[in-house]
T-cell receptor
């Protein structure tokens, strides 16, 4: 199936731990994103990579570090987890064509709970 | 105040009714307007997008953009229980990749 897939789907961990979420897309897109969705459903962009180059870096604590080994993969590592990091993290990808508004395809989300 | 405002709902309608959703925004630089549907525990999926002002229709869905009022709408005709989901509006400037989302409206279509 062509898709954006992210692992793990659920993550429960203690405050202070370090964790990673992985994302892969087989759509041939050149741009990938991390979005955070809080309990009120607001989706906020965190990072975006185009062909392995960081192009969007919103105001996010530097405990969050994205890494894109190639244009099909984008990982998110979080150090020293805090309670406020509990959220659903969505990976997305897009491909820009002339006249196309960079339509995003989202993964199913990774639900992070910090205890 | 957030750049994009959306009533969280829930909006409960009987099957077959017209669902009317809307968003207001403050940034006049937004040029692309999108609607995403998100089922529970799933990622958002694109329903429709429009560029600048005007209407666009796709099956039972109609999107409207009024840039002068900074107001966009989505109408769902002949609503079905399978339309029960959260609907998120999203907007973007003409250049760049950054989408700004509203908080979503939860819709419940009752059989």
């Amino acid at each position: 199936d062509t898709a954006v897939s992210q692992t793990p789907k659920y993550l429960v961990t203690q405050m202070g731990n370090d964790k990673s979420i992985k994302c892969e897309q087989n759509l041939g897109h050149d741009t990938m994103y991390w979005y955070k969705q809080d309990s009120k459903k607001f989706l906020k962009i965190m990072f975006s990579y185009n062909n392995k180059e960081l192009i969007i870096n919103e105001t996010v604590p530097n405990r969050f570090s994205p890494k894109s080994p190639d244009k099909a993969h984008l990982n998110l590592h979080i150090n020293s987890l805090e309670l406020g990091d509990s959220a659903v993290y969505f990976c997305a990808s897009s491909q820009a064509y002339r006249g196309d508004p960079n339509v995003l395809t989202f993964g199913a989300g990774s639900r992070l709970t910090v205890l | 105040q957030k750049e994009v405002e959306q009533d969280p709902g829930p909006l409960s309608v009987p099957e077959g009714a017209i669902v009317s959703l809307n968003c207001t925004y403050s940034n006049s630089a937004f040029q692309y307007f999108m609607w995403y549907r998100q089922y529970s525990r799933k990622g958002p999926e694109l329903l429709m997008y429009t560029y600048s002002s005007g209407n666009k229709e796709d099956g039972r869905f109609t999107a409207q953009v009024d840039k002068s009022s900074k107001y966009i709408s989505l109408f769902i005709r002949d609503s079905q229980p399978s339309d029960s989901a959260t609907y998120l509006c999203a907007m973007r400037r003409s250049a760049g990749n950054k989408l700004t989302f509203g908080g979503g409206t939860r819709v419940l279509v009752k059989p």
